[in-house]
RNA sequence: GCCUCGUUGGCUCAGCCCGGUAGAGCGAGUGACUUGUAAUCACUAGGUCGCGAGUUCGAAUCUCGCACGGGGCUCCA
């Protein structure tokens, strides 16, 4: 039996004309109406016929359940063939639905819609989640349907859901663990107890348990931090960033920037608002599983973007694009990129409507350099990752492919888990329903079992055609190229919601949390034990030569000592008679530190300028982001 | 979007069940102390009790609606 559940406003019916196999009703069944009911479309098929009894209380169950979640006791029972192209003969049929109607009449408002009838039918469909549902019902031991799966669409209020985030509810799809020596297992029965991390995420993916009483830890440390904070004068997911939030998110942007130049990386800048009617455009939307914030301007509807695709493509569009030129390569870093998340959905850092997410997309001229590119930029990632202080063991992988591209490409495939050196989540489709062949994602499992994701690389076989991008071919002709997709570290606030997640679970283990030095928005903080050694501190700072900052408030060593490790400060100095005169600092050195054990260490400020520098080499500087003296600092929160 | 819990000085929270002029700690300001490694002492200021309506002689407290936040569902880069 197919089921299909729908909580409606209200439903009513109207029989029109009898088929040949229409049941005899009265006249006051030919029309019919129910308030705030649940609909119960439903279509008995041939296999139901060998346990009718078992159908019908199977189906009462569900019928129950959703009831009993969507709090109705109004139930509509509505035959509808077009459910199924395997009926069952009309008698079975229509004893089926009237022994479902007799089972539910005991506790709800039953009303049944005659079988065989020409109706007309109005229904107001809620349109909350729970609103539509679809259920198959069979008896045991029969076979299971193989026609096409069925995407049955009610009417939408007005909501723009794009047609990929219906369709990937009925994507089929098949999980796998990838090892490194390339077996491809089934999960049940793959063993994977000795990789916790990866057990998590793949409940998180595929069993979808999660059972969370606390709230995740970043969202403390930000505010603790005074790194970011909600902003209730916007829509929930937008973000404020006070000084120190900015600054980290600065460096890192500009780290991803820097490293995506070297790459060969060309940086743009495109529009955040496009015109939702824009031919173009609008099959783009209906391929990518988001939800977008739309605005109106004087008669025209724009969206806001959610990734940078849009306007580097209309840019790759108009462009004259030589065999030479590729693989062409070009970036932005979307401040912002924009997703209309469901409401429940928002958390803290991790999850955001407006978020800043490094954009690169890359043009090859066939799959063959296509699939050279996506093994270079897998092992980008992995190294962005790494300097923003994210390393393999935080997070775990995930490739989905199309069952066709894997055949093909086996050693690829491989060849990533190879790098990993450890089991991989594989999913994979048997048919293309997005527009890409080939995917992966490093996806962070966080201090409570969640799982999201950082950087991802796509082959997409679609958007050159759509978008009508063309290169020159050697000899001359217009080919189409392929186009990478490529964001090398996921979204930044998300790597600052990973970089909190990831030292709350060390504060968990003992250890002493911090960030890495060169995003460490003090790097070394100046405490003197009184006022008559300012004039050495100050002398230091400018010696250091980095985001020295020195705490000149009134108050005890032992509180500002505390303070400054509560700010997670990496080097804490402090001064005093000693010091000036042998013209050395003492410093504490977080890193070296166990809780409750700080490791100090006496060395000369240029031993400890030369040791900030090598740990910070490569990496973007800016100073500091707020005032030198603490005491002259406003506090944010 | 749905369910559920929450919203009280800048921050963290008590008071609400059982209606009667709003409390603490931290922080801030001022003063004392001039300090050697995880919270120095004293005083002072600071509150439309999220917003709106209702019940009541009287609402932080009871009722309803809305907004924002946490968790769950759903969904997911």
């Not at 506790?107 to 469909?125: D, H, L, N, Q, T």
């Not at 909350?128 to 549902?133: C, Q």
């Not at 914030?293 to 580097?312: N, P, T, V």
Request: hydrophobic share 40%; aromatic share 10%; net charge negative.
């Amino acid at each position: 039996m197919q089921l299909l559940l729908i909580h409606s406003d209200y439903i009513e019916y109207e029989t029109k004309k009898q088929t040949p196999v229409a049941e005899k009703i009265e006249d006051s069944l030919k029309s019919g109406r129910l308030e705030e009911a649940l609909t119960a479309f439903m279509a008995v098929e041939s296999a139901d016929e060998t346990n009718p009894e078992e159908t019908i209380g199977k189906a009462v169950s569900e019928i129950e359940k959703v009831a009993s979640q969507v709090k109705t006791d109004r139930i509509m029972l509505y035959p509808y063939a077009h459910l199924s192209s395997d009926l069952s003969s009309p008698k079975v049929a229509v004893n089926v639905l009237k022994g479902i109607e007799a089972a539910l009449s005991a506790k709800y408002e039953v009303k049944r819609a005659p079988f065989g009838w020409y109706k007309a039918f109005k229904i107001s469909c809620k349109g909350h989640p729970l609103s539509e549902l679809s259920r198959t019902i069979r008896p045991e031991g029969a076979a299971p349907a193989v026609c096409g799966e069925k995407v049955v669409v009610a009417e939408e209020k007005e909501e723009v859901v794009s047609e990929a985030l219906k369709a990937e509810g009925t994507a089929r799809s098949y999980w796998r663990i990838l090892t490194p020596d390339g077996e491809l297992h089934e999960i049940e029965g793959f063993d994977l107890s000795p990789y916790p991390k990866l057990q998590q995420f793949v409940d998180y993916e595929i069993s979808k348990s999660r059972a969370v009483k606390e709230a995740p830890p970043h969202v403390e440390l930000m505010r603790r931090l005074e790194l970011a904070d909600y902003e209730p004068g916007s829509d929930s997911g937008n973000m404020r960033y006070y000084p120190k939030g900015r600054l980290i998110k600065s460096l890192m942007e500009n780290y991803v920037l820097d490293v995506a130049s070297e790459f060969g990386a060309m940086e743009v800048e495109t529009p955040l608002m496009y015109d939702m009617n824009h031919p173009t455009l609008k099959k783009y939307l209906d391929r990518f599983p988001a939800r977008q914030y739309s605005i109106e301007s004087d008669k025209r509807h724009m969206f806001l973007r959610f990734a940078a695709c849009f306007g580097q493509f209309l840019m790759n569009h108009d462009m004259t694009i030589s065999y030479k030129n590729l693989p062409l390569k070009m970036i932005e870093m979307t401040r912002y990129s924009f997703r209309k998340e469901q409401r429940g959905e928002l958390v803290g850092l991790r999850r955001l409507r407006a978020f800043t997410m490094p954009d690169m997309h890359s043009l090859c001229p066939d799959m063959a350099q296509a699939v050279d590119q996506f093994m270079q930029q897998y092992k980008l990632c992995i190294s962005v990752l790494d300097n923003m202080g994210i390393d393999l063991d935080d997070y775990e992988v995930a490739i989905r492919f199309t069952k066709d591209f894997y055949e093909s490409n086996r050693d690829l495939v491989n060849s990533m888990v190879k790098t990993v050196d450890k089991p991989v989540l594989v999913e994979m489709w048997d048919t293309r329903f997005f527009y890409f062949v080939l995917k992966f994602e490093f996806n962070f499992v966080d201090a409570l079992a969640k799982a999201s994701a950082l950087s991802t690389v796509q082959i997409d076989v679609e958007n050159a055609e759509r978008y009508d991008i063309s290169y020159i071919s050697p000899e001359g002709k217009a080919e189409r190229p392929t186009v990478l997709h490529c964001s090398p570290s996921g979204a930044i606030e998300r790597c600052i919601y990973a970089l909190l997640e990831k030292a709350a679970m060390e504060t968990e283990k003992g250890k002493v949390p911090m960030f890495p030095v060169w995003l460490s928005p003090t790097q070394v903080r100046i405490i003197t034990v009184s006022e008559k050694h300012m004039e050495f501190a100050e002398k230091v700072s400018k010696r250091l030569g980095c985001r020295v900052d020195i705490d000149d408030r009134e108050l005890s060593i032992g509180k500002k000592i505390r303070e400054a490790g509560r700010e997670w400060v990496p080097y804490v100095v402090v001064i005093g008679d000693q010091e000036v005169e042998e013209d050395t600092v003492n410093v504490t050195i977080r890193a070296e530190s166990e809780q409750k054990k700080p490791m100090k260490v006496q060395m000369t400020p240029e031993e400890l300028k030369e040791r900030i520098r090598a740990e910070t080499a490569g990496k973007p500087y800016k100073g500091l982001p707020l005032a030198e003296y603490l005491s002259e600092r406003p506090k944010f929160l």
